[in-house]
């Protein structure tokens, strides 16, 4: 209040002001008033300070959406006032006082905004969480029925896959499983492709459709359209009264095929296979089994009825029960189980005619001709009873049997040398995988030079020759210190009766 003046002034600010009288202000940072009053008798002066305290920065943040998947995108937005610097960590650093950016990063982070001005610093955090991207599907598998072979068997063979084959763009890898070689094309756009294999004699391949989430392998092959299997004995539904039973039927596939009747390698032979399997009473069903070496299948199955008395029964057995033409065999008939039975009769099952004789001598008899032959012994005891029993003598051509083993040999050879150790697994029983499998890998860099001094299978003969449905024997030459030494090699049908590598 002032009195005895003529003009009052207020300043920073405000200037001349009535008196007595009031004001508001609103400083914006602390501030001191002067008042100066002046009269007649001079001038007066007065002060009076306002301290302004600044607030901390006001700020936000948020992350939108707030979880992705590694390898999306989201967005921060912030905003801040009362700030003089912004930043966002980490990785935005110093930022305008609003605004937004996209993050992508690779794992779950929380953000950090930090606002600092005259009345401080605030901090405001948002979390993105990330989470790991879903496995990638496997790629669809080679349509096989789209697939053509083209010269399959020698020379220039061509793989072609027309349209809807494979997905567009797909990468294809292509391998022969006869010889090992191995190509690799991208599709095109409408899932179409073609490699061409030179100097080849592949009839089967391997088609391998290869995406991020691995692969898909289809078995292609001049077989596809000439494998086939038939069961033609016994006969469905048939009624047996002894407790073994020749099954027996035709094939037809490359040289690679085997065939197993309820798990146990069958004979086969130009065509034709046969095995005699034991059977219980009652109902007993029996499945045939067609296997390759490129992993095709086909399968038959037959069920009969047996009324087995396991009490009375005759036997046949045949030594040895395979062997390559000539073969010599010796057949013993075991009639300790077959009361009043004294004489039998022998048919052969190659044309020559039976031959009769007592239960308690043997049968010998010389097969020429390489086939499957069924031997049947008959008799009937003094009280009426008939007795029948039966084996199989499989005479192996020499020639077709080591074409056979020398291919798959050649195969594993080729495969070995182009280092290609996966390809080579389908050349090897599951035994050789094991135990073959982790030598290999250690031995890959070496794998080539090992496979070139490998000499040619030799086959063994004579007395020394080992050849039967279950395994065969065969050598390979080795140069040692300028010597040769030969080490044996065995091959044995797998589980569906395809015929691979078992040991060396």
Do not use: C
Request: proline fraction near 7%; charge should be negative.
């Amino acid at each position: 209040m002032t009195r005895l003046a003529t003009a009052v002034v207020i300043e920073p600010g405000i200037g001349e002001v009535p008196s007595p009288g009031s004001t508001t202000v609103f400083p914006t940072e602390t501030t001191t008033y002067n008042l100066t009053a002046t009269g007649s008798e001079g001038s007066l002066q007065r002060q009076a300070t306002v301290t302004v305290v600044s607030p901390a920065p006001v700020i936000d943040l948020t992350v939108e959406p707030d979880e992705i998947v590694a390898g999306d995108t989201a967005r921060l937005t912030w905003s801040t006032t009362l700030a003089t610097t912004v930043t966002i960590d980490p990785g935005l650093g110093s930022v305008a006082a609003t605004g937004s950016s996209p993050v992508a990063p690779a794992q779950t982070t929380t953000y950090t905004l930090r606002a600092t001005g005259p009345g401080g610093t605030n901090e405001a955090t948002a979390t993105l969480t990330v989470a790991a991207p879903p496995e990638p599907e496997p790629p669809a598998a080679a349509n096989a029925d789209r697939i053509t072979i083209i010269g399959g068997g020698t020379g220039t063979v061509v793989v072609r896959g027309a349209a809807g084959t494979v997905a567009a763009l797909n990468t294809v890898r292509v391998s022969s499983l006869a010889d090992g070689k191995r190509l690799e094309t991208l599709a095109d756009a409408v899932g179409a492709f073609e490699v061409t294999f030179e100097d080849s004699f592949g009839e089967s391949f391997m088609v391998e459709v290869i995406g991020p989430g691995g692969l898909a392998s289809t078995a292609v092959g001049v077989e596809a359209e000439t494998l086939a299997l038939m069961m033609l004995t016994p006969a469905a539904g048939a009624r047996i009264t002894t407790e073994t039973l020749l099954v027996s039927g035709t094939v037809s596939g490359p040289a690679s095929t085997g065939v197993t009747v309820n798990g146990r390698p069958a004979e086969l032979l130009d065509g034709s296979w046969a095995i005699v399997v034991p059977v219980s009473a009652g109902e007993n069903r029996f499945v045939a089994r067609l296997g390759t070496l490129s992993g095709a299948t086909r399968e038959v199955e037959r069920s009969v009825i047996a009324e087995v008395e396991p009490r009375a029964r005759l036997t046949l057995e045949a030594m040895p029960a395979s062997g390559l033409a000539p073969h010599t065999v010796e057949l013993k008939v075991d009639a300790s189980r077959s009361p009043g039975l004294e004489q039998v009769t022998v048919s052969f099952g190659d044309g020559s005619p039976p031959v009769a004789g007592s239960v308690s001598q043997s049968f010998a008899h010389t097969f020429t001709a390489a086939g499957l032959y069924p031997v049947f012994v008959d008799g009937v005891s003094r009280g009426g009873r008939t007795y029948h029993a039966e084996t199989l003598v499989t005479v192996s051509n020499p020639a077709a049997r080591d074409g056979m083993i020398r291919q798959l040999w050649d195969g594993l050879m080729r495969t070995l040398a182009a280092g290609e150790l996966e390809l080579a697994q389908r050349f090897l029983t599951l035994g050789a995988q094991e135990r073959l499998g982790p030598v290999l890998e250690q031995l890959q860099p070496e794998l080539a030079t090992i496979a070139a001094e490998l000499s040619s299978l030799t086959p063994l003969s004579g007395e020394n020759a080992v050849v039967s449905n279950s395994y065969a024997e065969d050598a390979v030459a080795v140069e040692q210190e300028g010597e040769a030494v030969l080490y044996l090699v065995y091959f044995m049908p797998d589980e569906n009766g395809v015929w691979k590598l078992e040991s060396l």
